[in-house]
């Protein structure tokens, strides 16, 4: 990746992370709590089917993007793909439908319709922009992102101006992730009708895209992966609605959704300067993957941990500039949901191994276990009326050891051999920011809240920049060609 190509996908991340925050922001401005925790129990529908039935064989074909378009087979199986994916979208409605019908819910048709597109189109966005990434293509992916970040966040305010419910901001949202998949799309189109060496009619020619050894050793572990993730990361929404209400659910969410949007910026941006190389060296051969797979692990885990120590400072400064009044006091959501999600991030993380070794079959069992703990603590809550306060520590606890017991499979599957000094560095400054946060409250104003968050963002540019300016890791990745530079 040349220099003009990282400042501008630099540029355009950080144009997408900012739409990306603002749209938790003004959502919080123009809906209600109650509305807010509409959309976010909605959400929690849409991310059961993007994990559990979309997501693992979208792993699998993330995993054969470049083979797929060497061998001129890409374009017949994204056809197959997408034809999947319109069928788990009708199921999404109906697992929605008979919810709440369980929970004596009354639901709305357009409700229904939206989480339908929602889907379709979150699927086919992250397909298409993936696919253009891991072939070498980062402006335009960048590009892209952006694009769907700025469209989708005009879309849903400027409607919610007019309707201020969750319908209105859903609509908005796969309004944005559709255009700018469409316009990927068009654009794989024409790369390949520009190749010489790949023609689309004989795309027609090759075999289905499941099969019955598919799925059984990669798409059902995947899948059953997929449920626990579901549960500890997300499905507890559902849980905190039938516990405290919708509005309480709101609060929550507010947070934890601004501490996710923020992981997400982190993950995806670091993950797409990276990943490209990674997958290469996967179709190259097992000893080229095992390396690459060491040096990924070792760039991302420390580098996560200190962005997680300067979100943790952060995290008052955010709550004052970007959530509504009727949100303020979401800001230890904010904090929570800072710790649960870097837990996430780390375990996505070490679960790589999967991409590497195809062994899918084990990977469950660390996100089992979290589960247990968390539905215990749901269970107790049930019977003995905790409080909140005391489900969200649990929540963190699970989630820690869900990442823990990620990385004592995943030495057990490959050699996997951690940079100690720089994690060791990483988990003291997530220590000791957190004991900071923990002790003081900084009751930042507005002003003072921004130049706070400047101050971190300087912070974080320079312990990257000594993390990474000599690091013989990332050379080794960058030395592998993508399809798209001519391998």
Known sequence: MNKSELLTLTACRSIAAVATILNVSLATRVLGSAEYGMLGWVLAFHGLCALLLIGPLGQYFNRHINTWWLDGRFFQKLASFARYVVTISLIASAIL????????????????????????????????????????????????????????????????????????????????????????????????????????????????????MLIKDFLLPISASAAFIWILWTGWRIGIESLYGMSTLGLVLAGFMLASYMWVMIESLSQQILHPYLFKAISLGKSEANLAYNDFVNLLGPFYLFCAGLLLLSSEAIATLLLGREFRASVEYIQIGIIVEMCRVISGLFAHAVQVTGRASSISWPYAIAVIVLGSAFLSSWFLDLDIATL????????????????????????????????????????????????????????????????????????????????????????????????
């Open 97 to 212: 439908l008979s919810v709440s019908w369980i929970q004596n819910k009354d639901i709305q048709v357009v409700l229904l319709v939206l989480l339908t597109w929602m889907v379709g189109a979150t699927s086919a966005n992250a397909t298409i922009i993936f696919s253009l990434n891991t072939l070498g293509w980062h402006k335009e992916s960048a590009v892209l992102m952006a694009l769907t970040a700025i469209s989708s966040l005009l879309i849903s305010w400027l409607l919610s101006l007019v309707w201020p419910n969750a319908q209105a901001w859903l609509f908005g949202q796969a309004s944005g992730l559709t255009l700018s998949a469409f316009i990927g799309y068009k654009f794989l189109v024409q790369r390949r009708l520009a190749s010489t060496t790949q023609s689309m009619s004989g795309e027609q020619h090759h075999p289905l895209f499941l099969n019955r």
């Open 392 to 487: 969200f520590v649990f929540l963190q606890i699970a989630s820690i050891v869900a990442a823990l017991c990620m990385l004592s499979l995943v030495r057990r599957m490959l050699c996997c051999r951690l940079d100690e000094i720089r994690w060791l560095a990483g988990l003291m400054f997530v220590a000791l920011c957190l004991s900071a946060t923990n002790s003081v409250r900084l009751n930042l104003a507005a002003w003072t809240a921004l130049g706070w968050l400047v101050l971190m963002l300087l912070l974080a540019a320079i312990l990257t920049w000594f993390e990474y300016r000599n690091n013989p890791a990332l050379k080794r990745l960058y030395s592998i060609k993508l399809s798209a530079n001519g391998s």
